[in-house]
Structures are given as C-alpha cells and as structure tokens.
T-cell receptor
Framework: GENVEQHPSTLSVQEGDSAVIKCTYS??????FPWYKQELGKGPQLIID?????GEKKDQRIAVTLNKTAKHFSLHITETQPEDSAVYFC??????????????FGTGTRLQVTL | DTGVSQDPRHKITKRGQNVTFRCDPI?????LYWYRQTLGQGPEFLTY????????KSRLLSDRFSAERPKGSFSTLEIQRTEQGDSAMYLC?????????????FGEGSWLTVV
C-alpha cells in the first residue's frame, strides 16, 4: 500500500518563528497533497492542499511545496502563533487501487508554539 | 455549507453491545467516507460511498462493522458486538467527485469508548 512518512513527530518553536513539516510518499502516481490540522478532541481540518501541476501554493502564513521527483512535500508555517499549536497530518491519495480519493495519512506532527 | 455533521459525538458502551453512528455530509457531496483514528495515530480509511453505492471497504472493516448510505445522503456506521479494541474516534468525511476535485472535508468525529 501507500507509504507516507512524516517528520518530525514533535516540533517546538517560539512564537514568531517558522515551522516546517515534511512528508515523503511512495506512489509516484499521487497527484493531490493535502495538509490537515487537528486540535484536541476535534476532527482534522483541511488547511491547505496542492495538486501536482504546481510546485508551491501559499495562503497567508501557510505554504506547501511539492517535489514530485523526490516524492516529498512540505508544510511551511511562518510567523507562528500560539493558536497554531495542534497536530498536523499530511495525506496522500492511494491511487494504485483506482480509488483516487482514499487518503493515507502520515503519522502526525505535534506542533507546540511557545510564548 | 454547514460542514460534515456527526452524531453522537461521544458514546460509552459495554462490551458486546451494538452502537450506531450517523453522518450527514456536506450537501451536494456525493462521496462519503468513514475513517477510524486511535490516539496518537493518523486517520485510517474504513470505507467509502459514491452516492448510495459502497465502492470500497478496508480490511480493517471486520464483519462486525456495517455501513449504509440508503438514499445517497446521510450514512450510518454500525458496530455489532463491540470489543474494547473498537475504542477509537470514528470520522466521517465527504467530497465531491473527481470532476470537481477530490478535496475531502472531515466532521468532528464520534468518540467510542468500549468498557
């Protein structure tokens, strides 16, 4: 099946610093790469996604970069704020069964933004 | 767009009892998914519907689990003869079909504790 590795598993940054989380995947046919933020006791919330026809996408303080050749994509959060503290998951669609929408998730990164 | 709605949010049940969760997807989303998430892990795919048709089931979905989407709108996930290992958060998600992109939106989840 699809293998998705996510690093680091925990990340602590000071408020105002940047945070970067990286995911690598195995299925070269994957063409859609979302990132989800999950707060305690809540469901995953989509924060940004990218499709394989672009290399970077930005939305205010959040950006995602994609390197299809190397099969990895990264989440970048700039000017971090305490409310950014959460668990972040990358996900990749599992395409080799033909189900383009079934997502395989990474193991998650717990981001802690300290004052 | 009211988001994906799940009910109940929390359920505590005794081992051996049956439980049922309901999901109402975002209106006009014809795809509906069930995922399971245990503490410290990312969500894992269970099953997915395109309209009322259940198109794929994970090997995680044992015979004690059954999901339905009778009219292509809301869905139910029933777990029969619950076991302690079934304790998890059950997440419902929905999306439009691939023509419109496969962005998947999650609900807040239904927590199940089997005692």
């Amino acid at each position: 099946g699809e293998n998705v590795e996510q690093h680091p598993s925990t990340l602590s940054v000071q408020e105002g610093d940047s945070a970067v989380i990286k995911c690598t995947y195995s299925d070269s046919a994957s063409n859609y790469f979302p990132w989800y933020k999950q707060e305690l006791g809540k469901g995953p919330q989509l924060i940004i996604d990218i499709r394989s026809n672009v290399g970077e996408k930005k939305d205010q303080r959040i950006a995602v970069t994609l390197n299809k050749t190397a099969k990895h994509f990264s989440l970048h959060i700039t000017e971090t704020q305490p409310e950014d503290s959460a668990v972040y998951f990358c996900a990749v669609p599992f395409l080799n069964t033909g189900t383009a929408s079934k997502l395989t998730f990474g193991t998650g990164t717990r981001l802690q933004v300290t004052l | 767009d009211t988001g994906v709605s799940q009910d109940p949010r929390h359920k505590i049940t005794k081992r051996g009892q049956n439980v049922t969760f309901r999901c109402d997807p975002i209106s006009e989303h014809n795809r509906l998914y069930w995922y399971r998430q245990t503490l410290g892990q990312g969500p894992e795919f269970l099953t997915y519907f395109q309209n009322e048709a259940q198109l794929e089931k994970s090997r995680l979905l044992s015979d004690r689990f059954s999901a339905e989407r009778p009219k292509g709108s809301f869905s139910t996930l029933e777990i029969q003869r619950t076991e302690q290992g079934d304790s998890a958060m059950y997440l419902c998600a929905s999306s439009r079909d691939r023509v419109f992109g496969n962005t998947i939106y999650f609900g807040e989840g239904s927590w199940l504790t089997v005692v």
